[in-house]
C-alpha cells in the first residue's frame, strides 16, 4: 500500500469530520520516534542482499524533496519516443538525431510503435540504456544524447514533460521538486553580448551598467514576457493532464513544483552573464521561479577559461538583488566540482582546485551540485576548511550517486559522500537527469544503502535535509538549521507526525510553504515507520 496516500487519506477523512461538525477522531498515536526509528532500520538492515525487498522498501520510503533535476534530461526516453512519434517527427539511422520536420533519409519515429529493435537503438542512443563502454565514452554519449532527441522536445511538450516528471516524484512518495531549465536565457545571453565592447573592464561597475542597458532592451522584456506566459501555461496544462482537483488526481497533484532559470556555461562570459540577467529578471515575474544555475559540461573550453569571471559576475548580480529594496529574493545553486583527471586536459587540471571553493566564497551558492572533486581543493586553505565553510554556511551538496559512478567513476569510497557527511556538510540524495540515467529517486536511496553502506537513520536525515534547503519560500519548521529534534515554538507543543492541532502551529504552516512541506513529510514518515513497530 502507498503509505503516502494512506497518510493523507487519513487526514482529509479527518478533516470532513470537522466540516460537518462531527466530533474529530484522535488517529492512533505514533510510536515515539526513537522507537520507530530504530525499529526501521533493524528491518532494513536485514533486507541487505534482498534486491527486490530492498527496492520496495525505498520505493515506499518518504523522501521529501529532489533538488537537482534537469527538465531536459529527467523525461522518460519512452515518453519521448512517444511524443516524436505522435508530432511525426523522424530519426537519422546513423546518427540517430531526430528531425520535425523530418529531414531527407530519415525514419519516421512512428515505426518504433511496430519494430522493436528499432525502437531499441532509439532509446540506446538517446539515453545510457544497455550502453557499454570505457568511462570517457559513457562521458561523451551521455551529453551527446541531448542533442539527439532535441527536435521531439517541443515548447508545445512541456506541459507533457513537466506532468512525467512530478508524476514519477509523487509515487515515489516526494512532495516538492526543483527543475532546471533555460526559460529563454539564452535571448539575454545573446543580447548582452552586442553590449560589451573590446577592452570593457570585467568589474562591479560595467556589469551593473551592462545590465541596465540590457533589461531595457524591447526584446529582453518580450523575451520575459514570452516566458512568463509560457510557465503559466506549462503549469496549468500540468494539472489538466495530471487530473488535479478531481477524484483521479495523479499523485504528482500533491508534489509542490519550483524551477530554477539556468545559464549555459559552454558561451562567452557575457552570454552567460546576460543569461543570468534575464533569469533574476524572470524570477521578479514568476513565483515559481525560485533560483539560477550553471548547467552543461563543467570541462567545456570556455567554461574553463571564465569561470572565475563568471562566478565574480554571479556574486555581483546577487549582491545588487540583495541590496535593492523590493526585489524577490533569487537562490543560487551551481554545477561545481563535477570534474575528475580523466576529463580534463593536462593543462587545465589545477581546476581542480578551486571550483566548489569559488562558487562558495565568489558566487554565494548556496548549494552545489555534485561536488566531487571537494577533496582535491587546495586552493586558500585547502579542502578541510573548505569542507568547515560550508559546514558553517550551510551550504547543502545535491548527491546524485548515479550520474557520479556512470559520468565520472566515482562510486564506492572514490565518491566523497562520506566526507561531507563525517564534516556535517548538508546533503540530500537527488536525480540529476533521470531519464538519460534510466533511473529515479528510489534508486539513489538504494545507492546510498548498498554502495554508501548508510543506514536509515542518515538516509531519513538526508530526507529532511532537503526540504530545508530547498528554495520554496517560507520559514523551516525546525527551531535549528540541521537540527530535526525541536520545532519552532509555535508548533512546539504539538505532536509530529500527526494533525497540527494548537490555532499558533496551524498559522505558522499556513503561513510559511518551507515548513508546511516539512510537516507533510513528518506525518509521512510517521505513517511509514509505524507498520515497523511490532
Sequence with gaps: MNTKNLGLAVLAALGLNACNGDVKPTPPAPAPEPVREDAVRDHLESLRGNASAMLNFFYEMPKGADLHSHTSGAITTEKLIQWGAEDGACVNTTTYVASNPCAAGTTPLSRAWEDAAFHDAVLGAWSMENFQGPLLDAHQHFFDAFGKYGAVQLDSRNDDSYADIVSRAGHQNQVYVELMQGFGASTGGRLAEGLFRPGDAWDKATLLARREQLIALPDFQASLTRQADSIA??????????????????????????????????AERANVFGQWVHAYELAQRVPQVVGVNL?????????????????????????FNDQTAGRKTVHISLHAGELIPAVLKSQDQEHLRFHIRQA???????RIGHGVDVLGETAGDGAQDLLNDMNELGVLVEICLTSNRVLLGAAGDKHPLASYLNNKVPVALA??????????????????????????TVLKHMARASLQHAFVEGDSLWAQRDDFTRPVGACAQDTLGQEATSAGCQAFLSAHKRAALQWKLETQLATFENQFVK
Design 233 to 266: 501555461a506549462t503549469i496549468k496544462g500540468m494539472r489538466e493532464l495530471l487530473k488535479c482537483d478531481t477524484a483521479q488526481a495523479d499523485p504528482g497533484c500533491d508534489v509542490e513544483l519550483r524551477l530554477l532559470s539556468s545559464a549555459n556555461r559552454t
Design 295 to 319: 548547467v552543461s559540461p563543467e570541462e567545456n573550453e570556455k567554461s574553463l577559461a571564465y569561470y572565475e569571471d563568471e562566478m565574480f559576475a554571479l556574486g555581483t548580480l546577487d549582491d
Design 360 to 366: 562558495v566564497e565568489k558566487a554565494h551558492a548556496e
Design 431 to 456: 536525480t540529476d537527469d533521470s531519464g538519460i540515467l534510466r533511473g529515479d529517486i528510489t534508486q539513489e536511496y538504494l545507492a546510498a544503502f548498498t554502495d554508501q553502506k548508510l543506514d536509515y
